[in-house]
Nanobody, 121 residues
Framework: QVQLVESGGGLVQAGGSLTLSCAAS????????MGWYRQAPGKQRELVAI???????VYIDSVKGRFTISRDNAKNTVYLQMNSLKPEDTAVYYC???????????????WGQGTQVTVSS
């Protein structure tokens, strides 16, 4: 089994910054992609940013130029640096991992428990 544990959410004023972290642990053979989704009240969960194990990244348009995703492969950890935060960034942020476990060879998707980010105007 694989666990994803997030940290770093909180309350911040508009224009401020937060950094989210997510550490993966468990029966990991390889992590093929890690990233972040978010879900605001009354809205569907949406992809914010994701990075594959080759370093390629995808960002939702609304965060380009403000958010940066990075990974520490040695620590099985993904980060999301969020700058110039806006009230519309308020949501629960979920860590996502696509993992090949030691049971192999298939990839499975795993989710963290979510961390609240609230941006006040």
């Amino acid at each position: 089994q694989v666990q994803l544990v997030e940290s770093g959410g909180g309350l911040v004023q508009a224009g401020g910054s937060l950094t989210l972290s997510c550490a993966a642990s468990g029966s990991i053979f390889s992590i093929n992609a890690m990233g972040w989704y978010r879900q605001a009240p009354g809205k569907q969960r949406e992809l914010v940013a994701i990075m594959d194990n080759g370093g390629s990244t995808v960002y939702i348009d609304s965060v380009k130029g403000r958010f940066t995703i990075s990974r520490d492969n040695a620590k099985n950890t993904v980060y999301l640096q969020m700058n110039s935060l806006k009230p519309e960034d308020t949501a629960v942020y979920y860590c996502y991992g696509r993992v090949t476990t030691t049971s192999g060879p298939y990839q499975f998707q795993y989710w963290g428990q979510g961390t609240q980010v609230t941006v006040s105007s």
